[in-house]
């Protein structure tokens, strides 16, 4: 999962997914990121936590860090946020299979639409509300994918 700053959206996503997971007992990995180094070891926003949190979500633990190389080599899919996030991300490595494995998250909820996850940080704890919705959706086709590829 990865945002800008890698301590609003993407931890979000990478809880939710977690979660997720979890309940429907799949073992795999799950991790976020950053294209930015602007919170490299910060906690997550205390917006994004808090709203997690009242899902019965627990992000605190994570610490944000910046995508890198080898994050390509490591997982299969890379979910990114919004359009500036995915020519960030793909700029990264110059190989087309790699690049391929760059994902817009919400095209799991709106495929094709190439939408965007609108960054909440500006904004009041409405918006990390909404992120959380979306991302709450797009994790639910994300979990149903997985359960079907391992049937």
Not at 31 to 51: M, N, Q, V
Not at 122 to 134: A, I, K, N, T
């Amino acid at each position: 999962m990865v945002c800008l700053g890698n301590i609003c959206r993407s931890p979000m996503a990478e809880g939710i997914l977690k979660q997720k997971a979890e309940k429907h007992k799949l073992a795999i990995e799950i991790d976020s990121a950053g294209t930015s180094d602007y919170h490299i070891g910060d906690k997550p926003d205390k917006r994004a936590s808090s709203t997690c949190f009242a899902k019965g979500i627990d992000i605190s633990n994570l610490r944000g860090r910046q995508l890198c190389k080898a994050d390509f080599d490591e997982f299969d899919r890379i979910f990114v946020m919004d359009f500036s996030n995915y020519e960030n991300s793909i700029a990264l490595v110059n190989e087309p299979e790699k690049q391929a494995k760059v994902e817009m998250i919400l095209n799991l909820s709106y495929p094709g639409e190439n939408r965007s996850v609108p960054d909440p940080y500006f904004g009041g704890d409405e918006g990390f509300e909404q992120v959380y919705h979306l991302l709450d959706n797009a994790c639910d086709v994300l979990i149903e994918q997985i359960k079907n590829e391992e049937s």
